[in-house]
């Protein structure tokens, strides 16, 4: 479609190709037709062309983002004042390029209907942008006017920019948490992973445990991890293994692999023999490593031989080579070779 609409001639048929090529996921003939009319010194043209990109974008985050059970705002590994500073992140979470640059190309008036227009539509990047041009020409009473309007609203963004304010500002702690527990439940991850926070702070584990758990299960799992990983280095490896075996079915395997490779010797013994038991697909391969290195060979061979069986080929490979140049009867150089047959006995060359 983008091809097709390089062919085009004339301004109907090239509108018409690229309005097209754009319903079909390719968006550079219509960015270029609109920033082309940009150029010729036809802004109507321009300011059309870019809205009626935006309306695309905007239905296609608003169905993507009812399927979605939990918002995270944070995108990435970032900390959460640069979750809520569009000037950091080239393309935050509800930016695209035609709301960009509609917005860099008109009047004030114009960019701020323009982002109010999508903003009331839950569109987050527009709304914290506009609370921004707000405050920079000085007009803080709108700004705050806004965002009050948009908290009484339920918008996700506007919750937790109140929420996260409040952290770092001197408000009573009742009104903090009322602030906190709003935003988790209209499913903000981050308030859940400061909850957690706090009440792992304060001491109360088990409410700690259950803002780690209900975030784990919505599908954001840095706070359980996070929690599993301090009460680790706090020396409470009891509580931090036991919360990892509470993790979501999805999670719990790697999240018990992670703390299983940080530790060594006999601490680690008890975490993976429960994970053999469980049949859990990581722990042959761990414990061939580790049977080796106190060199129980047949052991060693024993598991990786299992995590083989299991799809996991790299504990035998590593295993394989390390012996290679004990092997008298070339049994784990053909084994490396030709590999092994159904039976686990060295295949024939072929």
Sequence with gaps: MGELAALATGAAEAEETAREA?????????????????????PVDAAR???????????QRRLREEGVDLINFEAGPRSLLDSIDPAVLPMPPGETWAL??????????????????????????????LLRRLRKRGQDQEAQTLLDREVARGNLWALWVR??????????????????ERAADARVGQAMRVLMERAEQAGQREEADRWALYAAARGYTT????LVRSREKAGLREEAEQLAWMAPADQQSWILHRLAEGRTG????????????????????????RMEKAGEFAEAERFARQAAD?????????????????????????????GL???GTPAHRW
């Design 266 to 289: 006999e601490q680690a013994m008890p975490l993976l023999r429960r994970a053999y038991d469980e049949a859990l697909g990581w722990v042959p391969g761990i414990l061939a490593e």
């Design 310 to 338: 299991a799809g996991d080929r790299q504990a035998l490979e590593e295993l394989v080579a390390r012996r290679k140049n004990d092997d008298p009867d070339r049994q784990w150089q053909a084994l490396l070779t030709n």
């Design 100 to 129: 960009r640059q509609l917005d860099a190309t008109q009047s004030a008036a114009a960019g701020d209907d323009a982002l109010r227009e999508v903003a009331k539509a839950g569109n987050c990047w527009a709304l914290e942008r």
């Design 341 to 343: 047959t159904a039976e």
């Design 22 to 42: 754009f319903a079909a996921g390719e968006a550079t003939p219509l960015k270029t037709l609109a920033e082309q009319a940009e150029s010729d010194g036809r």
């Design 49 to 59: 062309l870019y809205r009626d990109a935006i309306a695309v974008f905007e239905r």
């Design 223 to 226: 706070p359980l991890w996070e």
């Design 163 to 180: 929420a996260h304010r409040a952290v770092h500002e001197e408000v009573p702690d009742d009104v903090l948490r009322v602030l906190l």
